[in-house]
């Protein structure tokens, strides 16, 4: 397979790798290099000082150009043109590197590809100076797309905090859709988000939406309406390493005796950790003995303010690290508050340390964890009901301790999932 050399793209800065993509990708990445494929693996985090500097020049002369400020859509400009130009270097960087395959992790990097792609005066050159035949997998390498958020990724995207109007929204899907047509193989990590996505498209009615709440009852996610070079591919299962409870607490400096209440992911508005902290506040009042551990990287400002204004900041431990297993290992509860998840990497991460788990119906998660974690709605009363219940039910607890362990069980092997990422690398022809 040496002629075989896979670019992947993603926007991910380097802190989104420790609790995002780069954890389920690096594991496929590492079979791959041992399978004899090349691989390259582009962020932004691999972006230079001048490629960063440019990115932001281009950011403002949209912003200013489209009038950003006065239609108070800045951010939207901003999500945009950095995706876009992620695109765009990896355009350059795939005929540099000659990858014969390209997968993106994000439809609007895609975009700025595809567009540079019928515009980049040096591929022009290429065909012209150089025999087709001889450079036709470089010039025309099979592109791949995976879709991260629950549906459309504009939408997924103003659920984020992005603002976006009902036009910019509507002719941003149409241009989704026409990515997404160019693609040999979209890909999602649960059958909701491919159907959700096909809603979001138009591809399926919007009845369907109904039906699927229905269906995750059933157990039963499969929709044959789907165009057939759409597939669904799992995360990779954590490889756990188990950190002795009490060893773990102390390594951490958290408090030994306490009940360890533990929440991961981005602090982004949608990941709702002050709905977790409003939840933490009002059971402390019942227990001395509760602690939460909030795990992620951002801007954690707001939340130490709710907190403290809460007067529970001195029982709130923020931390942002690598060393995330120390911190399944040293808790007691899992809890996942998001308004929308695709999958739910951290979930299944929870799952794999042998936690207790509570997570908000939303999205793709019910098909991720199953029966192993209680669901529960994305509200308050919800949250806060479900965590009354493991906090005092032990019985409820060993019973999702033993789902956890049959589902963690079955999940595919890492090779298994390397196995069918090389059957969509090899695919040649989009088929709809």
Known sequence: MDNLHLLTVTREMSDDKIYGLGKSITPIHNQLI???????????????????????????????????????????????????????????????????????????IALGY???QYIGIERLFVRIAIRPTAYHSVLNPNIFLTQHGFGAYCEAVKMDGVKIGSKSLRFMKTIEKWVCSKMIRVI?????CLNQLAIDLGILPQSIQQNQTKTIQAKSYESTRLPNNWIKVPHVKHDFNKVDYHRARQELKLPIDAKIILTVGRLAPLKQFDVVIKVFANLSKQSDSLHLIILGGGDRSFLISLAESLGVLHKITFAASNQVDSYY??????????????????????????LPCICTRVGGVPEVVEDAALLVEPNQSS?????????????????????????????PHLEEITQTYVQIYQSNSKST
């Not at 001048?50 to 400009?77: D, P, V």
């Not at 999602?188 to 909701?192: D, E, G, R, V």
Request: glycine share 4%; hydrophobic share 40%; with cysteine.
């Open 34 to 108: 041992t399978l004899g494929w090349r691989v390259t693996y582009f962020s932004q985090a691999d972006l230079n000082e001048s490629q960063f500097n440019k990115k932001s020049k281009y950011i403002k002369l949209a912003q200013y150009f489209l009038m950003a400020k006065r239609f108070k859509h800045e951010s939207f400009i901003y999500a945009l043109v950095e995706r876009m130009y992620m695109g765009y270097l990896a355009s350059h960087l795939q005929l540099k590197t000659k990858c014969t395959h390209v997968h993106f992790h994000d439809p609007w």
């Open 114 to 116: 595809l567009l540079h």
């Open 188 to 192: 999602a990590p649960t059958q909701l």
């Open 329 to 354: 290992s040293a808790a007691d509860i899992y809890i996942s508050a998001s308004l929308t998840e695709s999958f739910g990497l951290a979930n299944l991460e929870a799952l794999t340390s042998g």
């Open 383 to 411: 949250i806060t009901s479900g965590l009354q219940l493991l906090l005092n039910d032990p019985n409820q607890k060993e019973l999702l301790l033993k789902a956890s362990e049959r589902l963690i069980s079955t999940w």
